[in-house]
Structures are given as C-alpha cells and as structure tokens.
C-alpha cells in the first residue's frame, strides 16, 4: 500500500505521464491542422446523422474507462462532421469569425496555466495584460485615459454590465434596494433593428422586459433620432423614469450603424447614461481609413466591443469599457473575507458580474500584438472589399439590394420570379457550399450575408454567388 504522498504523485487518467502528455499534445496538434484542412475543402453545414449521433451518445455512460487516443479521434471526427463551420471561408452568416491563430494559442496558453482572474494578488501578470488591452482599446476609440473596463463571456454580459451602471448612476439607492428605489419605472431606449438581448437583460436585472423600449427605425435600419425624443418626452409625462439610451454600431440583420452623435445629443440633454453597442462594428477603430465611421462613440458613457467577433479570437470573448471606472466600483463591490485582496482598482471580482473567471484577454492581446493596429485595419478592410464585390456580382444578376451598410454585412433579395429568400437560403444550405442566413429587415424577409473569415477569397465569393444563382 502507498502512502498518500506516493498515490499523488502517479501518473492517472486524468493527470497522466509527461511523455503521454506530449505525446497526445503532438498528436491533437496534427489531428486538428489536418481536420480544419478537409472543413475547408468540404461542406459548410452538418453532415453527420443527429438520430445515430445520439444513440452512439447513450454507449458513453462512463462505467469503464476509455483510451485518450481513440477519444481524441472520436471527438475530432463527430466535431469536423456535426457542426455549422464558422472557421470555413465561405461561411457568410453571423457574426461568428474564424478565430485568429494568435487567440487559438492563447487558448491552449491559458488552459495550461488556468489562473483565477477574481484578483490580482493571485494572476498579477494576466490582470494586468487584460487592463492593458482595454486601455489600449479605449484609447483608440477615443474614450478619454482614465476609462476602465474588463472582458467578458459575450456582448450580452458586457450589454448588460452597461445597463447596472447606468441604474447606479441614475439612482445610487439601486444598488440596495432596486428598482423600487426609482420613483417610477425605470426604462432604456433601443433601436428595434437592436440585438434583442436588450430585452433578456430588462429582466435579468428585475426592471421587467418592458423596460427596455424598441424606437422605430428611419427605414434605413438606424434608429430614428426624432422617435428616440419623442418618446423619452412621453415616457416623462407618463411617470417613468429614463436612465439609458442605447445606440447599436452595427445591427445583427443588417450592420446598420444608429446616429451615434445624435443619439449622444438627446442623451445629454435629459442627462441619460449613453451606450454604444458596438460589439460587431467596434472593429472599424483599427481602420485608420475606416473608424470615422464610428463618429460618435467616443461620446458614449460606456461601449460594448466583442472580440470575438470582427476581431475574431476564440468565443466568448467581449469587452465592456466606460468613462466612469467609480462607477464599476460601485456597481459590483463586495467584501468577503477569504478573497486575499479586495482593490476596487484591479481585482476583477469586485468590478464585474463574473466572480471566477477565465483568461479571455490574452487571446486579443496576442493577435494584436503580432499583426499590430495595421494588419488588424487589414483585416476589416479586406472584409468590406469581398463584400463590396459580392454587391457587385450580384446587383447586374438582378438581385435587389436592401441595406446600405458600412460594416460588411448585405442584404439582398432575389429577382422577381426567382423564389422567396427562404426557400432560397433552404436550398443554398441544403448544398452545403456556402452558408447564409434569413433576416429581417424593415419587415421583410432577405438573405443576409456577412464575411467573417479572415481566410474568404474572391473565389469564394464567386462560389456563394453561383449557389444562390442555383437556389434562385
């Protein structure tokens, strides 16, 4: 029998031998550089037979122990046949880039090491590269030096970050006693084209859904300016209480930016927190060409940015940034005993929603860090100019053009006579040879197409346009 000091130290399943490490390390490398080489090469959308998958599920139920070498295969080989491949260059759908190669080191960096981010005292070194990306990002969305801010799971937790602040500055009570601290309902004005999280959020934080309010469009998909006023005015007369105006820099259906400096305007003239979604769009501050196009944002009291999506590291991956670091401080600070520090300037735990959490920062830091401002500014560029020849190529085939918009996501319809834009997304993604998506737009039905993967060549534009020529 070994003493518990030897039984530590053998190697198991779960924490096996150096070498076997290495071994199934090399071996995981090679198996997925050649898997993502055959997704590149076959079809977009799922192969694999959902009812078989799930009946070969049922045989795992981990009685006896199975070999690392022959789960690694498995599990590559259900994943290359059993999935939408955003990684693939000719998917066109949502905001779901292929990950850079820097973000996908990270990844493996961060899980060998999986430090703690609640605090700096225990992850000194990967606090400190997270605070300085989100100073280097605010920076350059011209948010002013002494901005704060921290990564997050997704745009929603940052979207929703913004919407806590936002009722602690409007009513410091609220950290304490909630909405019934405000004097009437509180409420948020959003686009209607907004991602309709907005809405999920209204009720996790307990203001109730109808809080968050949907302003009409200016049928071009941006939010009416005029119909943002109007209805802060009537929501005044009626006993609520406005404390959050939320403009989107790039919608989901249709990539259209809202009049960011207007939509500043009104809020600072009723004295609302202002907000600036621009978890799609935020990538065009890397274009020194391009980042006019956010005119704006660097009025906003606070901004969400993803990085996993146009900066394309590895999922989830957003970013919250505000003007107001006193504001996060009181917002999110808590003092327990057994955390071994609690500084509302640095420890993570105590300005975000997250209590443990992972290292998201590194996976931007890394990518920025070897392609630099410029080879990011490269990379929305380029995805704007495929999207722009995608226009192109289709416009003289007779399909109809319904959004204009500045961040590389179009909206076409079909030629009259040519079939309905579902029947013809159906039948582009039942071929497997490009994936697109049905959206919303001013209230009809279009194709939505989006170039997401920093590897889509014109080649592949020319594919997509010929499969919708022959789903058409």
């Known amino acids: 029998m070994k003493n518990p000091g030897e039984q530590a130290a053998c190697a198991s399943a779960l924490f096996p031998a150096r070498e076997d490490r290495e071994r199934w390390d090399d071996f995981l490398t090679r198996a997925l550089h050649a898997a993502d080489g055959r997704v590149a090469k ?25 070999p690392l070498d022959d789960l690694l295969s498995w599990t590559i080989e259900r ?12 998917y066109f759908g949502l905001f779901n880039p292929a990950p850079t190669f820097p973000a996908q080191c990270a990844d493996r960096i961060a899980a060998t090491f999986n430090p703690q981010l609640a605090t700096s005292t225990t992850s000194p070194v990967a606090v400190e590269i997270e605070a300085h990306v989100i100073r280097a990002i605010a920076r350059r969305a011209g948010l002013p030096a002494e901005s704060a801010g921290h990564f997050t799971s997704g745009g929603s937790e940052a979207n929703c970050t913004a919407v806590i602040c936002a009722l602690t500055q409007a009513n410091p009570a609220f950290a304490m006693e909630g909405a019934r601290s405000f004097r009437g309902a509180p409420v948020f004005y959003v686009s209607k084209e907004s991602h309709l999280a907005w809405v999920k959020i209204a009720h996790q934080v307990g203001i109730g859904r109808s809080a968050a309010r949907l302003i009409a469009t200016d049928g071009s998909g941006r939010m ?53 979604d621009a978890a799609w769009g935020g990538a065009l501050i ?17 901004t969400t940015i993803d990085a996993h999506k146009w900066f394309a590291t590895t999922m989830g991956c ?3 940034i505000t003007k107001h670091a006193a504001v996060l401080s ?40 070897s392609a630099g401002w410029a080879g990011y500014g490269e990379h929305v560029e380029r995805s704007l100019e495929l999207i722009a020849l995608l226009k192109e190529q289709l416009s003289p085939r007779g399909w109809r053009i319904a959004n204009d918009s500045l961040v590389g996501v179009l909206c076409v319809e079909p ?34 197409a989006c170039v997401t993967s920093g590897e889509t060549t014109p080649d592949d534009i020319a594919e997509l346009v010929n499969a919708l020529q022959a789903a058409a």
Request: glycine share 10%; hydrophobic share 45%.
């Open 286 to 302: 890397a274009s020194d060409r391009l980042r006019g196009v956010l005119a704006g944002i660097e009025l906003a009291d606070s």
């Open 318 to 320: 957003g970013m919250i």
């Open 415 to 448: 030629p009259p006579g040519h079939g309905d834009p579902r029947s013809v997304v159906g039948r582009v993604l039942a071929s497997g040879r490009a994936w697109v998506a049905v959206a919303k737009f001013e209230g009809r039905d279009v194709i939505r």
């Open 42 to 66: 076959g079809p977009v959308t799922p192969t694999l037979d959902l009812g078989s998958f799930r009946s070969e599920l049922k045989r795992f139920d981990f009685q006896a122990p199975r």
């Open 79 to 90: 994943m290359e046949h059993g999935l939408v491949h955003v990684n693939h260059p000719r």
């Open 224 to 276: 009416d300016a005029k119909a943002l006023a109007k209805a802060v005015d009537a929501d005044r007369l009626e006993g609520c209480v406005p404390f959050m105006i939320a403009a989107t820099a790039g919608t989901s259906n249709a990539g259209m930016i809202d009049p960011l400096a207007e939509c500043a305007e009104i809020a600072r003239k009723y004295g609302l927190w202002y907000h600036v």
């Open 330 to 369: 009181n917002a999110f600070q808590v003092s327990v005993s057994f955390m071994p520090s609690n500084f509302a300037g640095l420890d993570p735990y105590v300005t975000t929603m997250q209590w443990s959490r992972r290292f998201l920062g590194l996976r931007l830091f890394l990518s920025l860090a």
